[in-house]
């Protein structure tokens, strides 16, 4: 099976400011699919961000963008501007390139400062 | 909008009790899900079906069955259930994989109190 490996359980950031969430994966395949969830307390997992590791250009959605390192197996999520309704849980999760099966990151929870 | 419609929202039921957790999507998706998500952790994976045949069944239980009655339903039937079991349960769709990328679309969850 495949391992992602969120290593920030928590962070924060004031409202405004710009905020790295980490997540690394341990993959022998070469095409694969990346994606960061949001789970606010609301409870429904929204997906943020998705990434195909073939295209070289990393994705940008809005004040979300990432920062993929395909040699480094590191797909990283960048906020900007916080705003109170990005405190959520994110999970990072990888989609082999065969199957239906998706892994998940053990999730970094966001908090955001007034 | 939410997607993938699931119902209950919310459901208590004692160890002795048969429940069933219901799933809609109306997207075309063909593989369907069904995730375990305790508080702060990531969903567990328990069961996938692809074109309504169970495809992957993670050992769960036997308390726990699955069933996909059409391409856009999806059931989770529940008998004689532990308090462990409490947690939010997630049902999900995707594109079977055709080469192309494709998320999983989540339902707001069922979240299951054992008593």
């Known amino acids: 099976a495949q391992t992602v490996t969120q290593s920030q359980p928590e962070m924060s950031v004031q409202e405004a400011e710009t905020v790295t969430l980490s997540c690394t994966y341990d993959t022998s395949e070469s095409d694969y699919y990346l994606f960061w969830y949001k789970q606010p307390p609301s409870r429904q997992m929204i997906l943020v961000i998705r990434?195909?590791?073939?295209?070289?250009q990393n994705a940008t959605e809005n004040r979300f963008s990432v920062n993929f390192q395909k040699a480094a197996k590191s797909f990283s999520l960048k906020i900007s501007d916080s705003q109170l309704g990005d405190a959520a849980m994110y999970f990072c999760a990888y989609r082999q390139n065969t199957g239906n099966q998706f892994y998940f990151g053990t999730g970094t929870s966001l908090t955001v400062i007034p | 909008d939410t997607e993938v419609t699931q119902t209950p929202k919310h459901l208590v039921m004692g160890m002795t009790n048969k429940k069933s957790l219901k799933c809609e999507q109306h997207?075309?998706?063909?593989?369907m899900y069904w995730y375990k998500q305790k508080a702060k952790k990531p969903p567990e994976l328990m069961f996938v079906y692809s074109y309504e045949k169970l495809s992957i069944n993670e050992s769960v239980p036997s308390r726990f069955s699955p069933e996909c009655p059409n391409s856009s339903l999806l059931n989770l039937h529940l008998h004689a259930l532990q308090p462990e079991d409490s947690a939010l349960y997630l049902c999900a769709s995707s594109q079977v994989w055709t080469g192309g990328e494709s998320p999983l679309h989540f339902g707001n969850g069922t979240r299951l109190t054992v008593t």
């Open positions: 997207m075309g998706h063909r593989a």
């Open positions: 990434q195909e590791a073939y295209k070289q």
